[in-house]
């Protein structure tokens, strides 16, 4: 573990060469991800067009914009739930042209969901672990003849997920069914099983959703301290602007499936497209 | 070539009997998104209470056919708010296995009342068969009648779910659930009545069915229900003209196949063909692809 | 009560509820305690008590609905049967237990080789498309064994395939099926068996391996989101079902002397479905137990044997609408807790 980053008030944002910013930390190496005129449509309706960011190695950044922006279809983008019309996506300088699901997590990209996806019939250890997959392995025939390495991996996998958990202080939960967590709680074993598959780039879907402000100011403070201890980049969406605006250093704003503005949280607060696309022309506010 | 031409009417004779099946499968398919596995039995139910009416009470062929599509109406209304209606909020899998359920109540229910021995039905076709080619090919007067009720039924339903108020439910219904009930549509009356449209054409076909293929078992209908849902499939699920054209080819492939392949294998055929279309073309023939949501 | 100790627990009041069946079993045997019908029925309850384990690994554990398991049994059984005739006839020096064995084995392979090959199409297709293709998967495996014909001339064997001319004895007739078999099956092999596939699924289900499994079942997408092989799991659990069931084939096989196809049709494998949806989706011991008193109760009230099917199908349906049913689950949970709660009590008094 190295030392903390500095708070975001410090951070320098610099550009990138590919009309991005990035932190000014992170500007020699390469980018955990980055998007090239990145689009989809379906069935003629552009929902994502030429969708360009950048994301530095430690960054956290905020994808904001008002509902039915197309915010999710990027994610979905990110991490090859669809395949894009148009552009490219890189992740950790590789382009994802044709991979799947599986093979973008493979890369080191991990997400949660705006509808929660739990496994939820399994308890919150086990969803962990489900994380921990391809981190922890052994073969079938090792676990089914419960070999001297199945009982190895498995205490290993034991111990790593009731670690991750300790994030949220969520160790004494392991044994419960993770079907049957509140709401709040779900959310946060999403993000550890995201974590638990060792990502570079960890996308967060509304991840303060149904949280209570006291709530919400614990979840930024664990999502840097997540970023600090492993040294990630993390991409967040989020309405509570408070969230966004406390912990990104970069932000995007999306509106209509087109990048409206990109910069920092000041930036972006006095940035009059923002203020429009959110509020709707001042003509139209008053009448 | 004459031999060829026989099997092939028989080929279309059969398929349209798939298709009315289909059809059915197709509507519940499209609205209640399941697969209504008890379907295939509701035909063999249409054509004991035809039968019974003819053979018991000796009541003229039509009123026999009224009967029996009265009752498999009010049958698949039933088993839809008894059985299925419970579950719509469940998983598909519960609902499937509770429609095996009814499928294998049905069929018991119907060795109970009518026995195990073979029904021999006697057809209702008034009309002779066609001769043509100088008595050369015959083509019966059942295969002609359900080929013709088949492409009545297929207008008169596409007419309906075009033009009518409930039809225009239904394809709200089977478009978007949530937003229908939003719009003012009451969906449990619309999948009521799916359920029994569907029920009624069963009887249609259970009838004809049985007119050609005059041998009753309570089993009768299984196999052609799962046939008639490979139709369905085959032409794209929820599209009615793919229901016809999906049952038209499956019938005539299956005709073809037995006459020269092999008479064990024509079943085998039907299925590869399942499977198959499934494989390279899941949203069959006239049927649009969905996209799930994520 | 922790999680682990709760797995634990009923692994092991699996495996004591089914070596105590199978000791007074023999007990009662040895006593001539045990009517000569119930004593026929006992190979055949290990075997369906198989069937029952490896379809809820589909069904219950992996979650695809497959409607064609018998198809698996009879590759497995005439599989099974034509090895041990072959056996027979080319190495008499064998003991009729190695032939059982290699038999069983055989039965395995064969069904496995099946699932392999089914399962590469049919795993790619979800649902309720899965469960029908499945059926006609089984379909498709009962009307080629009715074309296929084996005959043993010496210890040669003879296969034809739609051509029921064949030099030497059928071993297997077609549509006539298999035919003089040696009835080489026993209640241990049975037990087994049994324990085996116990053993198998038990440990599948609490490895890495099953909880991927378990996590495609829950939620595909997370699933792959996580980096997990959809395909290779889902068509891990279906083929060790079908080897199991394959297993379970060739020990039924052997204990007739003569079996046709038509024995495992769509019924038959619905009638496994039974067991496993009415001991409980996902429960091992409730299939045990299911299989063993749904197999054991109609051979008992023979008289009510027409109603057989009737109650099956009733049964399903209302476990099904009832155990679905909102305010029936929000009591039965609300019950359970109150229990856990008085437990908990005691534990901290005790």
Known sequence: ?287 | MVSFLSHLFNGISLGSVYAIIALGYSMVYGIAKMLNFAHGDVIMVGAYVCFSALQYWHLPPIVGVLISIVLCTVLGMLIERLAYKPLRQSTSLAVLITAIGVSYLLQNLALLIWGANNKVFTSIVPFDALRLFGGELVISGESIATVVCGVAIMIGLNAFVRRTKMGKSMRAVSEDKNAAELMGINVNRTISMTFAIGSALAAVAGVLLCSTYPTLTPTTGSMPGIKAFTAAVFGGIGSIPGAMLGGVLLGVIEILGKAYISTELGDALVFAVLIIVLLFKPSGLLGKPVREKV | MSMKKKTFLMTAVTFAVVIAAFIICQVLIENKLMSRALRGQLIPICCYIVMAVSLNLTVGISGELSLGHAGFMSIGAFSGIVLAAWLKARFPELSDLARLLMAIVCGGLFSGVAGVLIGVPVLRLRGDYLAIVTLAFGEIIRNILNLVYFSLEGATLHASFNQPVLPGKFVYNGPAGAQGVTKIATFEVGFALVLFTLLVVFNLVNSRSGRAIKAIRDNRIAAESVGINVTKYKMMAFVISAVLAGMAGALFGLNYSTLQASKFNVDASIQVLVFVVLGGLGSILGSVISATVLYVLPEMLREFAQYRMLIYAVILILVMVLGNNPTLRGIVNRVGESLRGKNRKGDKAA
């Open chain 1, 1 to 287: 573990m190295s030392e903390p980053i500095k708070h975001r008030s410090t951070t320098k944002m610099v550009p990138y060469p590919s009309e991005s910013i990035v932190p000014e930390r992170d500007l020699g190496k390469t980018p955990v991800l980055e998007t090239r005129h990145l689009g989809i449509d379906f069935g003629g309706l552009k929902a994502v067009e030429d969708f360009n960011l950048t994301i530095g190695r430690t960054e956290i950044a905020g994808l904001i914009g008002p509902n039915g922006a197309g915010k999710t279809t990027v994610f979905n983008l990110l991490t090859k739930v669809y395949e894009p019309t148009t552009g490219t996506v890189l992740i950790n300088g590789r382009d994802t042209k044709g991979m799947n699901i599986v093979q973008a997590s493979h890369l080191g990209i991990a997400r949660t969901f705006q509808n929660i996806r739990l496994f939820s019939n399994m308890t919150v250890e086990e969803n962990v672990r489900v994380g921990l997959h391809n981190q922890v392995k052994y073969d079938m025939f090792t676990g089914i003849l419960r070999l001297p390495r199945y009982w190895k991996q498995e205490k290993k996998q034991h111990e790593q997920a009731l670690e991750l958990l300790s994030l949220f202080d969520m160790q004494s939960l392991a044994d419960e069914v993770s079907g049957s967590l509140p709401y709040g709680m779900q959310r946060r074993l999403e993000i550890v099983r995201a974590l638990a598959t060792n990502p570079s780039l960890l996308l967060l879907d509304e991840p303060a959703a149904g949280m209570n402000p006291h709530e919400t100011e614990e979840l930024m403070e664990t999502i840097a301290r997540i970023r600090d201890q492993f040294q990630i980049a993390i991409l967040l969406i989020e309405h509570d602007m408070s969230l966004v605006m406390g912990v990104c250093e970069g932000i995007c704003v999306l509106n209509f499936g087109k990048v409206i503005a990109k910069g920092t949280a000041d930036e972006i607060q006095s940035n009059p497209l923002v203020i429009e696309a959110y509020l709707g022309k001042r003509k139209e506010a008053n009448a």
